[in-house]
């Protein structure tokens, strides 16, 4: 499990860095050697908690995107979704660097990056809560899947994509990119459509999940949807 740790962070990097700096053209970009320093620091921070809390999620979440046992609308999703989001760091590099198309005040990009900050110590108590937060849409019957029903799923019944919500946008400000947001609003809109889906399916196949439901009404945003 180390090795395919060590394995699955260098590729996410490579990704991150190529995406970025392919777009931008260039290796000086300040901002976004910024976002994958936060990116490698609190990313790494998190998988040693989980190796020594939840070794199990663990290895969930460095599995492939693409599983035998995950929906296959999650798969169209997959196959679509990563590279859109590859695409939508290629553009904020060409933005912000290569082409200068759009500028953001300094202040608006360090409001990013805590934002970023803040969405990481979110997922952290998300995978404290829900030690079945896999990245694909399944139902872990192997390991006798629970409801989560503290913490952030108390609020929220979908609090890691409420997250992403939030993180993308927070995203494109640190690296000062107009058309990051619109790229990121996209993005968010997928995400949408997928915890639509995912909802069906867990009130379809997971146990309790359909009174969680009535006791915790909202997917995403407390008092409105």
């Not at 395919?4 to 970009?29: E, N, P, Q």
Request: glycine share 10%; with cysteine; net charge positive.
């Amino acid at each position: 499990m180390r090795l395919r740790t060590v394995v699955s962070s260098v590729v996410g990097l490579a990704v991150y860095a190529g995406g970025l700096f392919g777009g931008a053209g260039t290796l000086r970009w300040p901002q976004a050697w910024a976002f994958i320093l936060i990116t490698l620091a609190l990313g790494t921070v998190m998988r040693v908690r989980l190796a020594r809390t939840s070794p199990e999620l663990l290895r969930e979440r460095e599995r492939s995107p693409f599983q035998r046992d995950q929906a296959v609308w999650d798969k169209v999703f997959m196959a679509v979704f990563l590279p859109c989001y590859v695409g939508w760091l290629v553009l904020m590099g060409l933005d912000a660097v290569r082409f200068g198309w759009s500028r953001l005040p300094i202040w608006l990009e360090v409001v990013g990056g805590a934002v970023i900050c803040l969405g990481f110590l979110l997922f952290g108590r998300i995978f404290r809560a829900n030690a079945y937060a896999a990245p694909v849409a399944k139902v872990q019957g192997e390991r006798q899947q629970r409801v989560a029903t503290t913490g952030p799923y108390a609020v929220v019944r979908h609090p890691m994509y409420a997250g992403m919500l939030v993180v993308l946008p927070a995203v494109a400000l640190l690296l000062g990119s107009v058309y990051g947001l619109v790229g990121a609003g996209v993005l968010g809109l997928l995400v949408i459509a997928r915890t639509v889906l995912e909802d069906r399916m867990l009130l379809r196949e997971l146990d309790g999940y359909a009174e969680y439901t009535r006791k915790v009404r909202y997917r995403l945003v407390p008092g409105l949807w």
